[in-house]
C-alpha cells in the first residue's frame, strides 16, 4: 500500500508531464472568452478533454455545465473539484473579443486547466485504486455575476432559475451526492504570495430598479414632464447618505450603476434603469442593507412623483470554508512553495457562488499567484502560467489525496464534524424567497 506521499508524488509526475499540455488548454480558453451561460466554446474544449481522457461524463447542466466522474479503488464519500467557465466583460483587456468585449479579466480560463490537470492526476492507474469515495469534475458556468437583465431574461423563459451557475447546479441536484468541494482561484495581490488561504466572503443580493415618469420637451415644458432621472439621482443619494448607517464590520457594500438614462438630450427622461448589488458578510447585515436600499429608491420616487419597480434577485450566500480542509491544504502549500510564500487573508468583500456551496457542505476555497494586475480590471492578466496552472493543480491534487486516501478517512471526519447551514431544501426555499418584484407609486 502506497503512503500519501508516494501518491502525491505520483500525481506531480502526471501534472508535469502534461504541463504544457494544461498551459496550453487554459490559453486556448483565454483566447475565445465567453460571459456566463454563453460558454458553448469553452464547455465544448472541456468536453473533449474528458472524453480524451476517458472520463464519463455530462454536459449541458445549467446550460453549459459539466460533470465527470471517476470513482476510487473503494466506497467512500464524493468530492467536487471545480473549474469556472465564464468571462467577464472588459473591453479594454488585451485579450478581449473584439466584437463581445469578453474577457479573463479573473483567471477562470486557469481553473478550469487546473481542474482537468487534478483529474487526469488522481486518475492514474497507481492512483485512484488507492482513493476511496469518487472524484466529480466539475466545470461549473456563470460564477461572474453580470449582464443581470440577459440572465433575468433567461430565467423568465424558463433555462434557468438562479442566475449564478453553482445555485444552478444546487437547483439541479447536482451537489446531492456531494459530500464536500474544493476549487482554486488566481491572485495578483502581491501580499497573497504564492499560495494563498482565504476566509469569508460577502454574499449579495441584486437589484435591477425602473424609475417611470412623464416624457416632455426638456426646454420648452418640463414643468409638465417626471424626471425620472431625478428620481433616480435621489435615490442614489440617499442610498449614500445611509452609509454611514452601515457597521463597518458587515463590510457593507452597495454600488449602483445607471444602465439607462433616459431616450434624447431633449426630453424629460421617463425611463431611467439601475442596476446593483447589495454585499455583506452575514444574511442579517444582506438583509438590513437591502430594506435601506429599498427605502431610498421609493424616497426617490416620492419626491419626484415618480413610480418606481424594484426587483430583487438572489445573488450569493456569504462564505465560509472548513478549518480542517484549510488545514491539509496548508501542509501541501507549505511543502510546495515554502511557509514563507503562503498568504491569509481573513475576510474578502467580494462575493462568490463558493459560498452557496458552503453553505450546505464543507468547502474549501484557496488561492494562486502568477497574475498581476487589478482583479476585473483591463490589467488583470497571468505572468506565470506554471504557477497559475501547474502548482495550483499539485496543490489541490495533494489535498485531495490527503482527503481521500487511507480509506478517505480525513474526508469522513471533515463531513461528520461538519454542520452545514442548511440541506439543500432549505437553501433552495431561502433563496427563492429573496426573488421579490414590487412597484411604488406616489403622484
Not at 502526471?14 to 456566463?36: C, M, T, Y
Not at 481522457?53 to 466506497?75: A, C, D
Not at 478549518?323 to 481573513?346: K, S
Request: with cysteine; net charge negative.
Amino acid at each position: 500500500m502506497p503512503t500519501k506521499e508516494e501518491l502525491k508524488d505520483r500525481a506531480f509526475a502526471e501534472i508535469d508531464s502534461r504541463a504544457e499540455e494544461l498551459i496550453g488548454v487554459s490559453k486556448q480558453i483565454l483566447a475565445n472568452p465567453e460571459p456566463g451561460f454563453r460558454e458553448f466554446k469553452t464547455a465544448a474544449l472541456v468536453g473533449e478533454q474528458f472524453a480524451a481522457m476517458g472520463v464519463p461524463f455530462r454536459s449541458g447542466l445549467g446550460m453549459t455545465g459539466l460533470r465527470g466522474e471517476i470513482i476510487g479503488g473503494s466506497e467512500g464519500p464524493s468530492m467536487a473539484i471545480m473549474g469556472e467557465l465564464d468571462s467577464l466583460i472588459v473591453n479594454e483587456h488585451p485579450h478581449a473579443n473584439a466584437e463581445t468585449g469578453a474577457a479573463h479579466a479573473c483567471g477562470h480560463h486557469c481553473q478550469i486547466a487546473m481542474m482537468l490537470g487534478v483529474t487526469r492526476a488522481l486518475m492514474r492507474d497507481d492512483v485512484l485504486p488507492h482513493l476511496s469515495g469518487r472524484i466529480l469534475s466539475m466545470a461549473v458556468p456563470a460564477e461572474e455575476y453580470i449582464e443581470i437583465e440577459y440572465r433575468d431574461q433567461l430565467r423568465r423563459d424558463g433555462k434557468i432559475e438562479f442566475l449564478g451557475g453553482k445555485p444552478e447546479f444546487i437547483r439541479l441536484g447536482e451537489f446531492d451526492d456531494v459530500h464536500l468541494a474544493m476549487m482554486m482561484h488566481t491572485t495578483s495581490t502581491p501580499s497573497e504570495k504564492q499560495l494563498c488561504l482565504t476566509g469569508t466572503n460577502n454574499g449579495t443580493v441584486a437589484k435591477r430598479i425602473q424609475f417611470v415618469g412623464k416624457g416632455a420637451h426638456a426646454g420648452g415644458s418640463p414643468h409638465l414632464g417626471i424626471n425620472a432621472l431625478n428620481a433616480a439621482t435621489l435615490a442614489m443619494t440617499a442610498i449614500h447618505f445611509n452609509r454611514e448607517t452601515f457597521v463597518d464590520t458587515d463590510t457593507v457594500r452597495v454600488h449602483p450603476i445607471i444602465t439607462k438614462g433616459g431616450e434624447a438630450v431633449s426630453a424629460v427622461p421617463a425611463d431611467v434603469r439601475m442596476e446593483t448589488f447589495v454585499r455583506a458578510k452575514t444574511l442579517d447585515a444582506i438583509m438590513d442593507a437591502n430594506r435601506k436600499v429599498d427605502r431610498a429608491l421609493r424616497a426617490g420616487a416620492m419626491a419626484m412623483g415618480a413610480t418606481v419597480n424594484i426587483q430583487t434577485i438572489p445573488g450569493y450566500m456569504p462564505m465560509l470554508q472548513n478549518d480542517r480542509m484549510q488545514a491539509i491544504f496548508r501542509a501541501n502549500a507549505e511543502n510546495l512553495v515554502g511557509a514563507e510564500n503562503i498568504g491569509r487573508t481573513e475576510h474578502r468583500t467580494g462575493s462568490t457562488d463558493m459560498g452557496d456551496v458552503g453553505t450546505i457542505m464543507p468547502v474549501l476555497h484557496p488561492y494562486v499567484g502568477g497574475a498581476t494586475g487589478i482583479g476585473h480590471g483591463d490589467d488583470y492578466v497571468i505572468q506565470d502560467y506554471h504557477m497559475a496552472v501547474v502548482t495550483g493543480a499539485k496543490a489541490m491534487a495533494s489535498t485531495v489525496i490527503d482527503l481521500m486516501a487511507d480509506g478517505a478517512k480525513e474526508a469522513n471526519q471533515v463531513v461528520a464534524n461538519h454542520r452545514p447551514d442548511m440541506t439543500s431544501r432549505e437553501y433552495l426555499k431561502f433563496m427563492r424567497s429573496l426573488a421579490v418584484e414590487e412597484t411604488y407609486t406616489e403622484r
